[in-house]
């Protein structure tokens, strides 16, 4: 298995530099959704990184399948609201807010 | 199911017992597996917590780093140095059993290398490259471990919700229904013996003048 990464081309060159292959530039929002689609009929890909600015621009639907993918795992890294959809998440299923 | 659908039969009756006993037993079976999987839930919760501030830290030093990288080297360079790395980092799936959930157990491999392994020159590059390098295999390998942590906490919480549900509706649906069906046909039966019993002291009453 391998990890992809998708963003701009500032975030994504370190990790080419970490030698991860699958990496995938998204200038545009067209792009950003073509790119995901190929990543999650990738079926070699294991963890899929994005910005989390990026999460932003895509459909809700698209974001949705993405928080609910399990393989590939979505990790959202960026400055803020890292953790948010699984907060809600926990929110829902648990009955509390326990990402404190 | 609805109380007119049920037919007053001493049949109906003990099945409608055995039924209930049947939801009783799944409803106390589900109601240990919920409080168990809470229980897993609470264990990984914390390292989840850690996990995400651990990988924050680590982005925040990568993306400084490669800021800093971009200004002395350059990004035509950086690219050049980036793509002569060959070796990829790869990761390994297992899979682990909590509770029946099946979760995954992910395990890097070669996700750090040495400077000579990189493959750019070492001449021709700064140092500063080789510590953004290191900064960015750290970054991924944290990646790697928060991937395993969230995959499993997702996986958690949809089992909670779905067990949740179960033994919400066995509690406040299936087995009241049941009862209250139970409870009718009890009645019911109780009624027909009285009837019964009057007929036949109304007709030995006639008979006897």
Same mark, same amino acid.
């Given at each position: 298995?391998?990890?992809?990464?998708?963003?701009?081309?500032?975030?994504?060159?370190?990790?080419?530099?970490?030698?991860?292959?699958?990496?995938?530039?998204?200038?545009?929002?067209?792009?950003?959704?073509?790119?995901?689609?190929?990543?999650?009929?990738?079926?070699?890909?294991?963890?899929?990184?994005?910005?989390?600015?990026?999460?932003?621009?895509?459909?809700?639907?698209?974001?949705?399948?993405?928080?609910?993918?399990?393989?590939?795992?979505?990790?959202?890294?960026?400055?803020?609201?890292?953790?948010?959809s699984l907060r809600e998440r926990i929110k829902?299923?648990?009955?509390?807010?326990?990402?404190? | 199911?609805?109380?007119?659908?049920?037919?007053?039969?001493?049949?109906?009756?003990?099945?409608?017992?055995?039924? /209930?006993?049947?939801?009783?037993?799944?409803?106390?079976?589900?109601?240990?597996?919920?409080?168990? #999987? /809470?229980?897993?839930?609470?264990?990984?919760l914390g390292e989840a917590k850690n996990s995400?501030?651990? #990988?924050?830290?680590?982005?925040?030093?990568?993306?400084?780093?490669?800021?800093?990288?971009?200004?002395?080297?350059?990004?035509?360079?950086?690219?050049?140095?980036?793509?002569?790395?060959?070796?990829?980092?790869?990761?390994?799936?297992?899979? +682990?059993? !909590?509770?029946?959930?099946?979760?995954?157990?992910?395990?890097?491999?070669?996700?750090? +290398?040495?400077?000579?392994?990189?493959?750019?020159? #070492? /001449?021709?590059?700064?140092?500063?490259?080789?510590?953004?390098?290191?900064?960015?295999?750290?970054?991924?390998?944290?990646?790697?471990?928060?991937?395993?942590?969230?995959?499993?906490?997702?996986?958690?919480?949809?089992?909670?919700?779905?067990? +949740?549900?179960?033994?919400?509706?066995?509690?406040?649906?299936? !087995?009241?229904?049941?009862?209250?069906?139970?409870?009718?046909?009890?009645?019911?039966?109780?009624?027909?013996?009285?009837?019964? #019993?009057?007929?036949?002291?109304? !007709?030995?009453?006639?008979?006897?003048?």
């Amino acid at each position: 298995m391998e990890i992809a990464v998708i963003g701009s081309s500032e975030f994504i060159v370190g990790f080419r530099l970490a030698g991860v292959q699958k990496i995938y530039a998204a200038e545009d929002d067209e792009k950003l959704r073509k790119h995901i689609s190929t990543v999650l009929e990738d079926e070699e890909v294991g963890i899929l990184v994005m910005e989390s600015k990026d999460l932003n621009r895509i459909p809700p639907r698209l974001l949705s399948t993405l928080e609910n993918s399990i393989r590939p795992t979505v990790i959202a890294i960026g400055a803020q609201e890292g953790g948010m959809s699984l907060r809600e998440r926990i929110k829902r299923s648990v009955g509390v807010d326990l990402w404190k | 199911m609805a109380l007119r659908d049920v037919k007053p039969t001493r049949s109906e009756l003990i099945n409608l017992k055995r039924k /209930i006993k049947l939801s009783e037993r799944g409803y106390n079976i589900l109601k240990m597996k919920r409080d168990g #999987l /809470i229980l897993e839930f609470f264990k990984v919760l914390g390292e989840a917590k850690n996990s995400r501030g651990d #990988l924050m830290e680590k982005y925040e030093h990568a993306s400084e780093m490669i800021a800093l990288l971009n200004t002395l080297e350059g990004t035509i360079n950086i690219k050049a140095a980036a793509f002569s790395v060959k070796a990829t980092p790869t990761i390994d799936l297992k899979s +682990k059993n !909590i509770m029946g959930v099946v979760v995954p157990e992910i395990e890097a491999a070669s996700v750090r +290398k040495g400077i000579t392994d990189r493959g750019y020159g #070492l /001449i021709g590059t700064s140092p500063a490259l080789d510590e953004t390098a290191t900064a960015y295999e750290e970054l991924v390998e944290s990646v790697i471990r928060s991937a395993e942590i969230e995959t499993t906490m997702k996986k958690l919480l949809d089992e909670i919700e779905s067990t +949740k549900r179960r033994v919400n509706a066995l509690e406040f649906k299936v !087995i009241p229904e049941l009862s209250e069906a139970r409870d009718f046909i009890k009645m019911r039966l109780d009624e027909m013996e009285r009837e019964e #019993l009057f007929r036949l002291k109304k !007709i030995k009453a006639r008979t006897s003048v």
